[in-house]
Every structure is written in C-alpha cells, then in structure tokens.
C-alpha cells in the first residue's frame, strides 16, 4: 500500500476530506520523526514502538572483492511490533 492508497483508506473511514487526511497523517508522521531525533521512543499501545539505537563504526567486506570498507557509526530506528498487531497479522 503506497501513502496516496493509506490516505484514501483512512479518508474513507473516517469521513474527512483527503487534503484534510493527508495534513493529519503527514503531521502524525513528523511528531514521530521529531521525537525519534530527540532520542524519544514513541508507543502505541497494542500496535508497536519506535525506538532508535546507537550501531557502533566498524569495518565489512564487500562480498566478491573481500576489499574491507569502514562502516561509520549511525542512529538507527527500530519498530517492535505490539501484541494486537502480532496477533490481527497473524490470523
């Protein structure tokens, strides 16, 4: 499902407009960017969390050349899926 199907979908439901739709998704979708660069873990309860981690530099080989490359260290954001989602998937 690409973003324009997501708005549409949730337009439909919930009775608003799609420009209106597409303000309210692309504020929720910065509010969790924001708090993520801020260090922040956002929680949905029964859908998941986003969180971010710190990957440490290192070095990799690149496969085919065994050349080694230095990876630098990064922030990276991870989603741990709640039990309600886990569970709707999973039916």
Known sequence: MKKADFIAAVAEK???????????????LETITEALKSGEDVSFIGFGTFTTAKRAAREAKVPGTNKVVKVPATTVVKFRVGKKLKEAVAK
């Open 14 to 28: 919930t009775g608003l407009s799609k420009k209106d739709t597409q303000r309210v998704i692309d504020a929720a």
